[in-house]
């Protein structure tokens, strides 16, 4: 007569038990998220991120002139759309380095600083870019072609800002805090979107199964 075998010794049924125990389940549920797409993009872009956050305070911001070059452009272009717009262009002092003050003639005008010179959008926007799925090549380009767009905006913002303060002073903080970072923030996501519609890889509309015509019309027999 066969000996009935005690299940606390039975090292199977222990192994059984163990597999269902809550922390190797836990351990399982994020051995499969850390393999989906979307953890693989949220991880990449959060450590992206970090990097350029660590970069740009310790090298880019003390050691190079990135914002004060992307500000006299930005001070330098509203300048050039006054004078094509007919607007009487404002003399200020300016630091040495570069001007970030632009203005009407006659008012105190608006100035620029490093946190809203687009700088820091330029990263989030293209960090995104990056960590999505898609091409390499068209991100060579589609990357470039968003940060010039961001970059144009922004200049638009600080002519539309300093005609504002000119004509309506009491509303230059209104539309500074709230009309044009939704604006501006609003064209971020609008790319973002556009990119997750571009970056999608081509697939062949019909494509023919191997070893089986291409026309799927099945010849009607002769009567």
Not at 26 to 47: E, I, M, Q, V
Not at 178 to 200: H, P, Q
């Amino acid at each position: 007569m066969p000996t009935p075998q005690n299940p606390e010794r039975d090292p199977s049924s222990r192994t059984a038990k163990e597999s269902h125990s809550p922390r190797t389940a836990l351990t399982n549920t994020l051995s499969d998220l850390r393999k989906t797409p979307t953890f693989r993009f949220f991880g990449l872009a959060f450590l992206a991120y970090v990097v350029w956050s660590v970069a740009y305070e310790q090298v880019l911001k003390p050691r190079t002139t990135l914002d004060e070059v992307v500000i006299e452009h930005m001070v330098s272009s509203t300048e050039a759309a006054f004078e094509a717009i007919g607007w009487p262009v404002g003399t200020y002092p300016q630091p040495a380095s570069h001007r970030d003050r632009v203005g009407v003639a006659g008012h105190v005008g608006v100035q620029i600083g490093a946190p809203c010179d687009g700088v820091a959008l330029f990263a989030l926007f293209a960090i995104f870019i990056l960590a999505f799925p898609g091409p390499l090549l068209r991100k060579a380009w589609f990357i470039p072609a968003g940060i010039a767009l961001l970059h144009l905006a922004n200049v638009v913002r600080v002519i539309v800002l300093a005609r504002i303060q000119a004509t309506s002073p009491e509303w230059l903080e209104f539309n500074h805090d709230y009309t044009f970072t939704v604006l501006i923030y609003g064209l971020v996501f609008a790319l973002w979107y556009l990119w997750t519609v571009l970056g999608r890889p081509t697939r062949p509309t019909n494509p023919a199964a191997p070893g089986r015509p291409t026309n799927p019309t099945t010849p009607t027999p002769a009567a």
